[in-house]
């Protein structure tokens, strides 16, 4: 269990904490129940669709026909969802006058995601 917390914190997941008494359960039985490798890679395959479905959110506002968003629209999904975008996405989700953002005057929804 302790090698497997490690992990989680070199990888930046975080589990609820009620989580951890099935792993330390799991762990008294002599193998566990999952890798850490498989909990990694569920945790990231799951933090990047709530990713995808809160950008989509503030996107599916701002981009009403889903095509491109021109640089008024982006600045709106950044306005608006500011605080949800910064805490999934980081700093980065708060400059959106910064790195490629700043060269793209028409963005599709999948490249956005992608610069995000």
């Known amino acids: 269990l302790g ?5 989680l914190v070199l990888a930046g997941i975080a589990i609820p904490g009620r989580l951890f008494g099935a792993l330390d359960a799991a762990e008294g039985k002599g193998s566990p129940a999952i890798s ?12 990047s669709g709530l990713e995808e479905l809160v950008l989509w959110s503030f996107w599916s506002r ?19 969802g500011g605080a949800a975008l910064g ?4 700093p980065k989700a708060l400059d959106p006058d910064g790195g490629a953002l700043a060269r793209m005057d028409r963005i599709s929804f999948d490249d956005l995601l992608a610069c995000m």
């Not at 090698?3 to 992990?7: H, L």
């Not at 805490?87 to 980081?90: D, S, V, Y």
């Open 87 to 90: 805490r999934l996405f980081g």
């Open 62 to 80: 701002a981009v009403p026909d889903g095509a491109t968003a021109m640089r008024p629209q982006l600045a709106q999904i950044f306005e608006e």
């Open 3 to 7: 090698s497997m917390r490690r992990a």
């Open 36 to 47: 850490v490798e498989q909990l990694c890679s569920a945790a990231q395959v799951r933090r």
